[in-house]
């Protein structure tokens, strides 16, 4: 299991007082109004930041470390990746996984047969769609819909699916 989870994206400063404009990647945005504190990949280190201001333009979100109070500061950190731990993550409701913890199960279909390991998640939309690797390395693009996903074990890392008729041709 994953102990962190992406949040975001550094995607240029905001101003010169050391705000940051965040292409956020959590399914929602609003999540970073409650963030407190980010875990910032630099590439050469990790640095623990304080969040203390929080503005949302358009489909970004804006944020103000207490580290940092210009844009000299910040400059260098365009296309670095904010984290938030497990413990700070958002709180799933009863059917819902962090896609982190997902990546890597074993998918099996209703009728027994193994159909390969979930590569990736590809989020639409609409619905979610699980992207499975199947033995010889084709992949098999699955809704994630109650009619499609019929069980996932988490402590087995087992998906269980029924293949829709059209889906594999």
């Known amino acids: 299991m994953e102990d962190r989870f992406q949040v975001g994206i550094i995607t240029s400063p905001h101003g010169i007082a050391g705000e940051v404009k965040v292409f956020p990647t959590t399914d929602d945005i609003r999540r970073f109004q409650k963030l407190k504190h980010v875990i910032l990949d630099t590439g050469r280190e990790e640095l623990d930041?304080?969040?203390?201001q929080v503005?949302?333009?358009?489909?970004?979100?804006?944020?103000?470390?207490?580290?940092?109070?210009n844009i000299n500061e910040v400059e260098c950190f365009r296309g670095k990746s904010l984290y938030v731990t497990r413990e700070h993550a958002a709180k799933l409701e009863k059917d819902e996984y962090f896609i982190a913890d997902m990546i890597g199960m074993k998918v099996v279909a209703t009728d027994g047969g193994e159909l390969g390991i979930l590569k990736d998640v590809m989020q639409t939309g609409a619905n979610d769609v699980y992207i499975v690797e199947e033995p010889g390395g084709s992949e098999l693009l699955l809704p994630a819909i109650h009619d499609c996903v019929k069980n996932i074990d988490m402590e087995q890392g087992v998906m269980t699916v029924f293949v829709m008729p059209g889906l594999r041709d």
């Open 55 to 69: 503005r949302f333009s358009k489909q970004m979100v804006i944020l103000k470390f207490r580290e940092f109070r």
């Open 49 to 52: 930041l304080e969040v203390i």
